[in-house]
């Protein structure tokens, strides 16, 4: 049964800089170091048209496209956004094995077609924050992780028993999970460049050659795998933030924008059944300062106009004469919510 799905961010760290500066959208970019001698980290699919890749140096990029820009790393904005757009997809399935900054794996046990189920998370995680994801389906981790990998972006691939091996036949070996860039060379070498020519190799090879990996290898390639979906540590907070299209100050705009990631953390916390202690409000201003104010209470929270008559308490404390760009909340200190809880105003 196809109960596997991997999720995989399209060009994640560009697609954030798209969502942050939507102009970016129309131009060849890479995230990277800004000097010649540095490498990209990522690029956007307009950048890709050119030839240009992740690991590929600046100045060679350049070459490639004059005209390319090239945008600064920004781990903590990019590990924020991971944050909201795997929130969303954890209500998809009871168990989700987050494998790094933009893919995960889902279990998922219910009955609904698979195709629908990944038509549904592109959709409301495209909707809510911005960036595409591509999905694999398949019966183990493996031939999952191969699918999302083979029609982005926003792509939804499904392989079955069926079709293997003679599906896999003519991807590249670098497509393995368990082959780096090592291993593929050490492979191509003898002549091994495709999936195809790595049936040909018997286990025993294999296994001299890589040691344990190349038994693992042996078996992956013939549809065989294993792992488990594994649930990922707790999620220590949740929450969500907007950048807004024009800076502002204007109190009725922050506070609509307060009411409606309020509204969004209700619906996240009502679908992981939890409550929590701690608020956070987060702003930035027009020239890029981050304040931050927190909350804690006796009585865990979980209510939208909890959480909005905190956040817009807080937001009293931060009020300058520089216009915000960009309002965040999120809730930390959680816990399971296994009692009813009366609001703040009840």
Known sequence: MNNILHIDCDAFYASCEEVRYPKLKNHPMAVGGLSNKSIITTANYKAREYGIHSAMPVFIAKKLCPNLVIVGVDKKYYKEKSIEVFDIIEKYAKIKEQVSIDEAYLLVEDKENRINKAKRIQKEVMEKTGIGVSIGISYNKFLAKISSDWNKPLGIKEINSSDIPHILKDLD??????????????????????????????????????????????????????????????????????????????????????????????????????????????????????????????????????????????????????????????????????????????
């Open 173 to 346: 070996i670098s497509k393995v999970h368990g082959l780096g860039r090592k291993s593929t060379k050490k492979l191509r070498n003898i002549g091994i460049h495709k999936i195809e020519d790595l049936l040909s190799l018997d286990e025993e090879f294999l296994k001299n050659l890589f040691g344990k990996q190349g038994s693992y290898v042996y078996h992956v390639i013939r549809g065989e795998d294993n792992r488990k979906v594994e649930i990922s540590s707790k999620r220590k907070s949740i929450g969500r933030e907007f950048t807004f299209k024009e800076n502002t100050l204007d109190l009725r705009i922050l506070h609509s924008y307060i009411d409606e990631i309020a509204k969004i953390l209700e619906s996240d916390m009502n679908d992981r059944d939890i409550k929590a202690y701690t608020l956070n409000l987060k702003i930035k201003t027009e020239y890029f300062k981050t304040h931050t104010r927190s909350h804690t209470q006796e009585v865990p929270i979980y209510k939208k106009e909890d959480i909005a008559s905190i956040s817009k308490d807080l937001l009293e404390k931060l009020i300058s004469n520089e216009k915000f760009r960009l309002l965040g909340i999120s809730l930390s200190n959680l816990s399971k919510n296994n009692h009813t809880q009366l609001s703040l105003f009840d």
